[in-house]
C-alpha cells in the first residue's frame, strides 16, 4: 500500500468516526428530550413549558438559477446518483435527500409525515405535489448528519411554477440552517428571480447564506472567470439588501478526471462549510440542553416556593379566620354572662354555679359591671345591638379571612422533585459526558 492510500484511509476512518460520534450526540441529545416518560418535551409540558426536540441533522437547501449544477453538487456529495441531471429544467419541485437505511423514494404526503415540521408547506397551494424524497443509504462525508434540498431551478420570464415558487423557497430557507447559492457563469447568472429570494432570505438570514460560482470550469479562462464573478458581484451589490462589503464566491465545480482543467475548484470549502454548520449546531443542541435543563430546575423551585408561601399563607389565613371566629362567638357570651351578673340576685347565681365559682365571676367581672351600671336602661338596648352586630361583623370577617389559596398535593410535589433530580443529576450529567466525547474528538480531529 502506498504511503498516500494509507493517509487517506486513515482520513477516511477518522472522518467515519468523526460523523459515528456527531451522530451518536445529535441523536442521545434527541431522545433526552422526546423519551415518553422522563423526555424534557414531557417534563417541560407538564410545568407549562414548550420544547422543541433538536434536530438530528442540519438541513442544506440549495438554490440558483436553472442548470447552475445544484443536483448535480448533491449527487457528487453524495456520489450516488439520486438527482436527475441535465441541461432541462430538471427538477420542477422540491426534493429532501437524506441518508437512510434502505434506498427508497417518497411523495409529498409521505414527505410531510417524514418531517412533521415541514407540514405548513401544504398551505402553499400545489406545493405537496411537488415535494418528494429520497432516501439513500450513502456514507460519504458528512451526509449521515445533512439533509439537502434540491430546489427547482429559476428562470425569469414567461415560466409557469405550479406553485407560488417565491413563497415557497423563502419558507423553507427559514427553516434551513444553510443556504447555498449557485451561480453558474453560462446560464442566467443574473436571473432576476434568483437575487429578489436571495435578498429576502439576506434580509432575515445573512448569516446562513453562501454564495458559489458553480460550472467554474465552463468559465472559460481565469480572466473571463474573474469577469463573470465581478459582473455578479456588481449585481448583487446594486440590490441594497445585498450591499455589503467583501463578498466570498468560491469557484466549484464537479471533478472530472476525464476533462482536466486548471480552473482552481474550491469545492472542498462547501463541504468545509457544512462541516463547521454540524459543529456549530452541535455546540449550541449541548448549550441548548444546558438552558432548558436550568429552565426546569427553575421552574421546579419557583412552583415549590409558590408552594411553601401558599402554605404559609394559608396557614396565618387560618389562625386569623379561628381568631375572629373565637372572638364574634366570646362576644355575645360575654354579654350574657354580664346580664346574667348584673341582673340574676346573688342566691340564684349560687344555686346556679355554686358559692365560690359565683363570688369568683362576680370578682372576675366587677369593671364590667360597673361600666355596665352606668349605662341608663335605653342605652343598654344599644350596646346590646352593638355587641351583637359587632359579633355578627366578627363571623362573617373571619370567613372571608378563612380563604386559602390552593397548594400541591404531598403525591404532586414529590413527582416534581423528582422531575428535578432527574434534570439535574441524570440530563445535566449526560449532557457533560457528551460535551467531553464532542471536544474529545474534536481536539482529536485538529490534531489529525
Ligand atoms: N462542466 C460542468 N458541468 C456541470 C457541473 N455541474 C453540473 N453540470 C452539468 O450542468 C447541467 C445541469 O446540471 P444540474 O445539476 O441538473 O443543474 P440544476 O441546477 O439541478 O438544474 P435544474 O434542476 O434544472 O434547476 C448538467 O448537464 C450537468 O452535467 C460542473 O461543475 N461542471
Ligand atoms: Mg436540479
Not at 247 to 264: H, L
Not at 341 to 370: K, Q, W
Not at 393 to 419: G, H, M, W, Y
Request: hydrophobic share 40%; net charge neutral; aromatic share 8%.
Amino acid at each position: 500500500m502506498s504511503g498516500k492510500v494509507k493517509q487517506r484511509s486513515t482520513a477516511n476512518t477518522a472522518e467515519a468516526a468523526t460523523v459515528s460520534v456527531n451522530e451518536k450526540i445529535l441523536k442521545e441529545c434527541h431522545n433526552l428530550y422526546t423519551d415518553p416518560d422522563n423526555g424534557l418535551v414531557a417534563i417541560g409540558e407538564s410545568l407549562g413549558l414548550k420544547l422543541l426536540p433538536p434536530r438530528k441533522k442540519i438541513t442544506v437547501m440549495l438554490m440558483g438559477n436553472h442548470s447552475a449544477g445544484k443536483s448535480s453538487f448533491i449527487n457528487w456529495y453524495i456520489e450516488e446518483h439520486v438527482q436527475r441531471t441535465g441541461v432541462a429544467i430538471e427538477t420542477q419541485g422540491f426534493s429532501f435527500i437524506t441518508s437512510g437505511r434502505k434506498r427508497e423514494s417518497l411523495t409529498g404526503n409521505a414527505t410531510l409525515h417524514l418531517y412533521p415540521h415541514f407540514k405548513a408547506l401544504q398551505e402553499i397551494d400545489g406545493v405537496v405535489d411537488y415535494l418528494n424524497t429520497e432516501i439513500s443509504t450513502s456514507k460519504q462525508k458528512k451526509f449521515s448528519l445533512v439533509t439537502f434540498i434540491d430546489t427547482p431551478g429559476l428562470v425569469d420570464g414567461d415560466m409557469k411554477y405550479p406553485f407560488d415558487v417565491n413563497q415557497a423557497m423563502l419558507w423553507l430557507g427559514d427553516l434551513c440552517d444553510l443556504i447555498f447559492v449557485f451561480f453558474d457563469p453560462i446560464g442566467q447568472a443574473l436571473c432576476k428571480r434568483t437575487l429578489n429570494i436571495v435578498e429576502q432570505l439576506n434580509e432575515t438570514h445573512p448569516d446562513r447564506i453562501r454564495f458559489y460560482l458553480s460550472k467554474a470550469d465552463e468559465a472559460g479562462h481565469e480572466s473571463d472567470r474573474q469577469r463573470v464573478m465581478m459582473q455578479i458581484v456588481q449585481e448583487l451589490c446594486k440590490r441594497p439588501g445585498l450591499n455589503k462589503t467583501g463578498f466570498e464566491m468560491p469557484t466549484v465545480y464537479i471533478p472530472n478526471t476525464n476533462k482536466p482543467t486548471r480552473c482552481v475548484n474550491q469545492i472542498e470549502e462547501v463541504c468545509k462549510d457544512i462541516e463547521k454548520t454540524i459543529s456549530q449546531t452541535i455546540q449550541n443542541t449541548l448549550n441548548q440542553l444546558e438552558r432548558d435543563c436550568e429552565q426546569i430546575s427553575t421552574l421546579v423551585d419557583e412552583a415549590i416556593e409558590a408552594d411553601n408561601n401558599a402554605r404559609s399563607y394559608n396557614f396565618w389565613a387560618k389562625m386569623k379566620g379561628m381568631g375572629l371566629s373565637l372572638f364574634g362567638l366570646f362576644l355575645p357570651v360575654a354579654l350574657l354572662m354580664q346580664l346574667l351578673v348584673s341582673s340574676a340576685p346573688r342566691d340564684v347565681m349560687n344555686n346556679l354555679v355554686g358559692e365560690n365559682l359565683a363570688e369568683t365571676i362576680a370578682t372576675f367581672m366587677a369593671p364590667s359591671t360597673a361600666f355596665w351600671e352606668t349605662i341608663d336602661d335605653e342605652n343598654q338596648l344599644v350596646v346590646l345591638a352593638v355587641v351583637l352586630v359587632m359579633s355578627g361583623l366578627c363571623l362573617i370577617l373571619s370567613r372571608f379571612l378563612n380563604q386559602t389559596k390552593p397548594t400541591l398535593q404531598r403525591r404532586s410535589k414529590k413527582v416534581l422533585v423528582e422531575k428535578r433530580n432527574y434534570v439535574n443529576d441524570h440530563v445535566r450529567v449526560q449532557k457533560q459526558r457528551l460535551y467531553s466525547e464532542y471536544l474529545q474528538q474534536s481536539v482529536s480531529d485538529h490534531d489529525l
